[in-house]
C-alpha cells in the first residue's frame, strides 16, 4: 500500500527531519582453518582440528538454531559468535591449549 502526503503536512516535516539507513551487511564468514589461525596466533597451540570438532559437536553449534554460523555450497562457515565461543573455550582451558607445542 503506497499513502500519498502533502509536502507541506506536519508528518512531511518530521519525515525530513529523521534520517534513518537501513544496511543490510553480510556476517564475515569463517573456515575452520581461520579459527585455528586465530587461536594459534593467540598462543593457543593446542587447540587443533581434533578439538574444534569436539567442541562445535559438544555444543550442537551446527544446528541452524544456534546461529553460529551457515552452510553454503557444501561447506561450513563459522560467524563471528562461534569464534568467540571458542576464543572463550581456549581461555577456560589455557592450560591445555598453551602447553602443547611450546618450545
Keep these: 500500500m503506497i499513502e500519498f502526503i502533502s509536502p507541506s ?3 512531511a516535516r518530521q519525515i525530513d527531519r529523521q534520517y534513518w539507513v537501513q544496511k543490510e551487511v553480510e556476517k564475515p564468514k569463517y ?3 581461520d579459527i585455528l589461525t ?3 596466533d593467540e598462543g593457543y ?3 587443533g582440528p581434533y578439538q574444534h570438532t569436539q567442541l562445535w ?3 550442537d553449534a551446527k544446528n541452524p538454531a544456534q546461529g ?3 552452510e553454503i555450497g557444501g ?3 563459522w560467524y563471528e559468535r562461534w569464534v568467540e ?3 572463550q573455550h581456549c581461555r577456560e582451558h589455557a592450560e591445555r591449549y598453551q602447553q602443547q607445542g611450546a618450545v
Design 9 to 11: 503536512s506536519e508528518l
Design 31 to 33: 573456515q575452520r582453518k
Design 38 to 40: 586465530l587461536m594459534h
Design 45 to 47: 597451540v593446542g587447540f
Design 57 to 59: 559437536k559438544s555444543l
Design 68 to 70: 553460529y554460523g551457515v
Design 75 to 77: 561447506f561450513w562457515y
Design 85 to 87: 565461543v571458542v576464543r
